[in-house]
């Protein structure tokens, strides 16, 4: 009876959190049981939340331009920790050169604009059964 | 268990993974509770209901805070409604509590109703218990918005807070049984909105009655985003924990509780007794399906598969 947790947060200062609402709503509705953060995240204060909720994975939403820093400074926080056994994710802007930089910081996965909902609640339905 | 000497140190990360172990009844849980059991009972447990919009989480924010000042450890448990079609549910109350995130004195957990009805889960008192062996002193149970007869919370907590807000209900309402009778604390929240005197003249009904330890209910008016009525609630919490312990209530009550946990236990045992077991969920769905056909009503169904399952 293992219920699959997401984290959805938005780190930064942009204010812009139609997309991450839009991604919260697609999981929930794909029986996931999803938290939300709310807007002005730091990463340490993404990193904490993730740990007191134990999620199984954390989305994160960024549309100013800032995500190379703010993602990365997650990846460092969590790889500090310990913690493995999170998947990280993520969305908004994202320039298609930052990509693999993301990839290789750690995160699963990058849904930039125009991901199909599916395809998001499909690669967190693989985490579920693994 | 390593993993419980962990959380008995403190240790938040440990206490987060019990308490998934608890949500989802893993084969663990018991082994965990059972260990953390003989370290509880420290903890002053403060519900918090009332309907949706009323500022439940904003004043547990404030009350947190507040309690942090006064050096108390502060546990939160934000409970939110499951969807009853897909299983998901959107935990939202972390949004009104950013700041204490980082606070080490604090532990918040979100948690969905997972198909419980009465403004809580099942695991609610399970993992209340988890936060008060990790040494968590004032730990505040926030339900689901409620309606009138989510009162569940009443049983797992030792001090019950509604929370109102102007321009809700009339003094018909405040006359129903349910809700209005289980709080030992109103707050009117909101109260720089307008109608607050018809909606204390209205609680007023509810407050009249004493409660069977002989506390009787008290009103306050808050306005949780400026932290206004804050000190004076805080007090008022500390007053009705003097007053249960004092009074001997406490004692009693815990009496109450653990034919209640026991209650609960043995039913959701019993469940799994049978449902664990590979050949008798074969025959459960036929019972289902001949309970839907009118062929069979659901206790003798019921009966059945404790026969089989070797109980009845």
């Known amino acids: 009876m293992t219920k699959l947790r997401v984290l959805v947060a938005k780190p930064g200062l942009d204010g812009h959190d139609r997309g991450a609402k839009v991604v919260a709503r697609a999981l929930r509705d794909s029986g996931v049981e999803v938290i939300y953060t709310g807007l002005h995240q730091t990463p340490e204060q993404i990193v904490e939340a993730a740990i007191q909720e134990d999620v199984d994975a954390i989305g994160m939403s960024c549309l100013s331009g800032a995500h190379m820093t703010l993602f990365k400074t997650v990846m460092d926080i969590l790889k500090e920790k310990g913690i493995d056994d999170i998947v990280v994710t993520c969305g908004g802007i994202i320039p298609d050169e930052d990509v693999t930089k993301l990839k290789e910081m750690g995160i699963a996965a990058v849904f930039g604009p125009g991901t199909p909902l599916r395809d998001i609640v499909d690669f967190h339905r693989k985490i579920a059964g693994k | ?312």
């Open chain 2, 1 to 312: 268990m390593e993993l419980v000497e962990r959380l008995l140190r403190g240790d938040k990360r440990a206490a987060a993974k019990a308490i998934s172990l608890l949500e989802d009844y893993d084969k663990k849980a018991a082994d965990v509770l059972g260990a953390i059991y003989p370290h509880t009972g420290k903890a002053h447990i403060i519900g918090i209901t009332g309907p949706t919009g009323t500022g439940k989480s904003t004043l547990v924010f404030a009350l947190a805070k507040e309690f942090r000042k006064r050096d108390k450890k502060v546990g939160i448990i934000a409970i939110d409604p499951t969807s009853p079609y897909t299983g998901g549910a959107l935990l939202g109350d972390r949004i009104r509590m950013g700041n204490l995130t980082l606070d080490e004195g604090v532990f918040i957990r979100s948690m969905g109703t997972r198909g419980h009805a009465g403004g809580t889960s099942r695991a609610t008192a399970d993992v209340i218990k988890v936060l008060d062996a990790m040494g968590m002193q004032k730990i505040f149970a926030e339900t689901a918005g409620a309606g009138q007869s989510e009162v569940d919370i009443a049983r797992i907590a030792h001090t019950s807070i509604v929370v109102e807000m102007p321009g809700l209900g009339d003094d018909i309402q405040a006359m129903k049984a349910g809700i209005l009778e289980i709080g030992d604390i109103f707050v009117v929240n909101k109260a720089d909105l307008d109608g607050v005197d018809s909606t204390l003249a209205n609680l007023s009904l509810a407050v009249e009655r004493e409660k069977p330890s002989g506390w009787k209910p008290k009103m306050l008016l808050t306005v949780a985003t400026e932290d206004k009525g804050i000190t004076d609630l805080a007090d008022l919490i500390e007053e009705h924990y003097d007053f249960l312990k004092e009074s001997g209530t406490l004692e009693t009550e815990g009496v109450e509780r653990a034919k209640e946990e026991l209650r609960a236990a043995l039913s959701q045992h019993l469940f799994l007794r049978v449902l664990e077991r590979p050949e008798l969920i074969g025959e459960f769905n036929n019972l289902v399906q001949m309970i839907a056909k009118k062929e069979m009503d659901p206790h003798s169904a019921a009966e059945k598969l404790l026969g089989l399952a070797g109980i009845a």
